[in-house]
């Protein structure tokens, strides 16, 4: 017994020895021939420059160097990643059971990490309050909408060390709104009562898909629907709606190829309106002018019209959740604005006096919800 306790001791030392070894053996001999990480989404440093009258930043510019491309770099990524797969080798990426990807910002909501004191729960409130009087005023009707993110819809994916704070802000500011003249809908039942429809997310990427954007449009025009009947409300089944596997996604990309090459393709859904007669089409922008240092100004306007000229038209203050939506809503009115202002979620009242339109939708994801208590 105490023999093969030494053997399996000494087993262990001597690979570990090996390899910790092997890159400097390699950097001597250059007898491997090495495989490069590929689509890595960051710059690989340089060797930095030895110069003997400014000698303080070399030691960590050649950390940072070696760091890069030490041999076997990829080798050691790829079997780290094998072997220890809940292990992100990005802050910025979570890596969940069964290959699921989350964006770890997204993730402060859910947790209870951004908080809010009532005070400023209590502002935001106020401010959607006033803003709905303001377009009231002008003949307007306000609705507002938040999509929640894929914490909130595939929990059981999530890392076992990732929890739900009791009560986020986005719940607490739910609860003041149900005190206000505001119609709202916090999309996260309607979602979890789909979730047996399909995947309503991506595995690789933040963003529902467009199945997903299917359900939150439904909910969202049923809501609208009380106020004006005339609007259609789709079935899925009045749509064309085909699938495709693929690798890509916001969240993979951060990835290097040697991760990206283990995970699972992801399901993208493309939407069409079956009955061409009623389909939206793109009509020319009126050319507002985007947001300074935007860097998504091609998505800041979106539009579409219908050939249904009695249904009303309408303004969408959003941001990129609405994009898997577009297939869907722009075909229940007469005239579509999208607005994608930088996340910023304004009033935007020279877009809305210059459209005159019956309804004004605010909706975007609770990752930014802090977007509304700029003051």
Same mark, same amino acid.
């Given at each position: 017994?105490?023999?093969?306790?030494?053997?399996?001791?000494?087993?262990?030392?001597?690979?570990?020895?090996?390899?910790?070894?092997?890159?400097?053996?390699?950097?001597?001999?250059?007898?491997?021939?090495?495989?490069?990480?590929?689509? *890595?989404?960051?710059?690989?440093?340089?060797?930095?420059?030895?110069?003997?009258?400014?000698?303080?930043?070399?030691?960590?510019?050649?950390?940072?160097? %070696?760091?890069?491309?030490?041999?076997?770099?990829?080798?050691?990524?790829?079997?780290?990643?094998?072997?220890?797969?809940?292990?992100?080798?990005?802050?910025?990426?979570?890596?969940?059971?069964?290959?699921?990807?989350?964006?770890?910002?997204?993730?402060?909501?859910? &947790?209870?990490?951004?908080?809010?004191?009532?005070?400023?729960?209590?502002?935001?409130?106020?401010?959607?309050?006033?803003?709905?009087?303001?377009?009231?005023?002008?003949?307007?009707?306000?609705?507002?909408?938040?999509?929640?993110?894929?914490?909130?819809? %595939?929990? *059981?994916?999530?890392?076992?060390?990732?929890?739900?704070?009791?009560?986020?802000?986005?719940?607490?500011?739910?609860? !003041?709104?149900?005190?206000?003249?505001?119609?709202?809908?916090?999309?996260?039942?309607?979602?979890?009562?789909?979730?047996?429809?399909?995947?309503?997310?991506?595995?690789?990427?933040?963003?529902?898909?467009?199945?997903?954007?299917?359900?939150?449009?439904?909910?969202?025009?049923?809501?609208?629907? !009380?106020?004006?009947?005339?609007?259609?409300?789709?079935?899925?089944?009045?749509?064309?709606?085909?699938?495709?596997?693929?690798?890509?996604?916001?969240?993979?990309?951060?990835?290097?190829?040697?991760? &990206?090459?283990?995970?699972?393709?992801?399901?993208?859904? &493309?939407?069409?309106?079956?009955?061409?007669?009623?389909?939206? %089409?793109?009509?020319?922008?009126?050319?507002?002018?985007?947001?300074?240092?935007?860097?998504?100004?091609?998505? %800041?306007?979106?539009?579409?019209?219908?050939?249904?000229?009695?249904?009303?038209?309408?303004?969408?203050?959003?941001?990129?959740?609405?994009?898997?939506?577009?297939?869907?809503?722009?075909?229940?009115?007469?005239?579509?604005?999208?607005?994608?202002?930088?996340?910023?979620?304004?009033?935007?009242?020279?877009?809305?006096?210059?459209?005159?339109?019956?309804?004004?939708?605010?909706?975007?994801?609770?990752?930014?919800?802090?977007?509304?208590?700029?003051?």
């Amino acid at each position: 017994m105490k023999k093969s306790i030494f053997i399996y001791q000494l087993a262990t030392v001597i690979i570990f020895l090996v390899l910790i070894a092997l890159p400097l053996f390699q950097d001597i001999t250059h007898v491997f021939t090495l495989q490069k990480i590929e689509g *890595e989404n960051k710059a690989t440093a340089k060797f930095p420059t030895f110069d003997l009258k400014r000698l303080d930043p070399f030691p960590s510019q050649f950390t940072a160097f %070696y760091n890069d491309n030490f041999p076997f770099r990829a080798f050691f990524f790829q079997v780290d990643y094998r072997i220890f797969f809940k292990k992100s080798p990005v802050k910025e990426v979570i890596i969940g059971k069964e290959k699921w990807l989350f964006l770890s910002k997204n993730g402060n909501i859910y &947790q209870g990490l951004t908080s809010f004191s009532e005070k400023d729960i209590q502002f935001v409130v106020q401010n959607l309050e006033e803003r709905r009087k303001k377009y009231e005023e002008m003949g307007i009707k306000f609705y507002f909408a938040i999509a929640p993110t894929a914490y909130e819809i %595939y929990p *059981e994916y999530l890392p076992s060390y990732v929890f739900r704070t009791k009560k986020t802000v986005t719940d607490k500011i739910c609860e !003041k709104l149900q005190n206000t003249d505001i119609p709202f809908i916090y999309l996260k039942e309607e979602l979890l009562k789909n979730k047996t429809a399909g995947q309503l997310y991506h595995k690789n990427d933040h963003h529902w898909n467009q199945l997903g954007g299917y359900f939150a449009y439904k909910a969202i025009v049923d809501l609208i629907n !009380k106020d004006f009947p005339q609007i259609p409300t789709y079935t899925l089944t009045d749509f064309e709606l085909t699938s495709r596997h693929t690798k890509g996604g916001n969240l993979i990309s951060m990835l290097n190829d040697n991760f &990206q090459s283990i995970l699972d393709e992801d399901i993208i859904y &493309q939407a069409k309106l079956k009955d061409s007669s009623k389909r939206y %089409y793109e009509v020319e922008k009126v050319g507002y002018p985007c947001i300074k240092n935007f860097p998504y100004c091609n998505e %800041y306007e979106m539009s579409g019209e219908t050939p249904l000229k009695e249904l009303p038209n309408i303004v969408i203050i959003r941001d990129s959740y609405f994009n898997a939506m577009i297939p869907f809503f722009f075909n229940s009115f007469s005239r579509s604005v999208a607005i994608f202002d930088a996340w910023q979620y304004r009033e935007n009242m020279d877009i809305v006096s210059q459209e005159k339109p019956e309804i004004v939708l605010l909706i975007l994801t609770e990752a930014n919800i802090s977007g509304l208590f700029k003051k």
